[in-house]
């Protein structure tokens, strides 16, 4: 069984509408760039605290967690680094539910972001009360959610995965006989289900970036790019992943590029993810999927609005106030601690 649910409730319209009607920070010259960084490096240095940022973010933000000490991953692994790191103040580049997990794994620490405005539509597509309710009306159901919702949902699930390791758990609780009840991503949850076979009702979310990838302009370029390897994140639709060399998470997107004899691939997924992958195989092509149709004047704008958000200076402002902080009900985030926890023992026997 593989159903998707669809909920009144969810105004999938209102989400995309919300998302395009972000506020974007101005772009920084080069003379403020290089001020900004020197007063946040010192700001860090001052308050004991590290940077961790997003493949999604800004360069420049990839770029100063690298060279203050900090580091640049996936939401989970941000969230571990600042974990073991000792620091008492992690300030996380991202979007809001990243600062939240990062909140769960660390409550003893204090996590700022540089805006606390800056959502992510699978967390938006996911309201509590809803969900809550629909887990209570399939209790013969595990509830298994994406890293990518808030802290609430996730201290309502069994299990919380991310993109990485979803078809290993997903497997795991099939061959014990275990239904699934998958949120928020439809289209991860159902690349799952298509791998696995498992018996899974998905939450009917998706990703304002990915589920925009086009299936026909995305032949077309391969068509005049034969050689080249296609990359596919699975929260992108099931005619992009179908075209696909190689379905993973950022980092196994990246490892792709680095590891694979191939020179040139086709991209689908945020294109914040192209420093890291530039950075690691500097000699190689790397194009943008299509995410817009034939005869638009963007061929590709793959990129989260919520993530542009992030700046260096909202970043300075945040350090130099003390505001941006994120708090996460104790309660709440002790809940939220079973299934993180429950994913990294599993994570770690396999």
């Given amino acids: 069984m593989n159903a998707i649910v669809e909920f009144p409730l969810i105004n999938h319209d209102a989400i995309r509408k919300q998302a395009e009607q972000v506020s ?4 920084v010259t080069p003379a403020e760039r290089e001020r900004l960084f020197a007063q946040i490096k010192q700001l860090l240095q001052e ?4 940077l961790v940022a997003h493949y999604y973010t800004d360069a420049d933000l990839q770029i100063l967690a690298e060279e203050t000490g900090g580091f640049v991953s996936d939401s989970l692994d941000m969230a571990r680094f600042g974990h073991e790191h ?12 990243m600062g939240e997990t990062a909140k769960i794994l660390n409550p ?5 972001m540089p805006t606390l405005e800056a959502e992510c539509s699978l967390d938006l597509s996911c309201p509590e009360k809803e969900f809550i309710q629909f887990c209570d009306e399939h209790p013969d159901h595990t509830v298994v959610v994406y890293a990518n919702t808030s802290a609430a949902v996730k201290a309502r ?5 991310t993109s ?6 997903a497997t795991h609780l099939a061959e014990k006989g275990e239904k699934i009840l998958w949120a928020p991503d439809k289209y991860l949850g159902g690349y799952i289900q298509n791998i696995t076979g498992a018996d899974m009702i998905l939450w009917p979310g998706s990703c304002v970036v990915h589920e925009r990838f086009k299936a026909e ?5 391969r068509k005049k790019h034969k050689a080249a390897m296609v990359l596919v994140h699975p929260e992108s639709p099931a005619d992009i992943i179908a075209q696909a060399d190689l379905v993973g998470s950022t980092t196994q997107l990246i490892k792709a590029v680095t590891e694979t004899d ?5 991209v689908a997924t945020d294109n914040g993810i192209f420093h890291k992958m530039k950075q690691a195989a500097p000699d190689k092509i790397l194009l943008e999927a299509p995410n817009a149709g034939i005869g638009a004047t963007c061929h590709s704008c793959a990129h989260c609005p919520w993530m542009a958000m992030n700046s260096l200076y909202n970043l300075a402002e945040t350090l130099q106030q003390g505001i941006n902080e994120i708090h996460v009900d104790l309660e709440i985030g002790k809940k939220a601690m079973i299934p993180l926890q429950r994913m990294l023992d599993f994570a770690a026997r396999q």
């Fill in 86 to 97: 000792p620091a008492q103040t992690l300030v996380v580049a991202g979007v809001r539910f």
């Fill in 164 to 169: 990485s390791i979803a078809v290993k758990v």
């Fill in 108 to 112: 003893e620490k204090r996590i700022l």
């Fill in 157 to 161: 699930a069994d299990w919380v995965v």
């Fill in 24 to 27: 974007i920070p101005p772009a």
């Fill in 262 to 266: 191939a020179q040139e691939f086709i």
């Fill in 217 to 221: 302009e995305l032949k077309q370029l």
């Fill in 47 to 50: 308050q004991n605290a590290v």
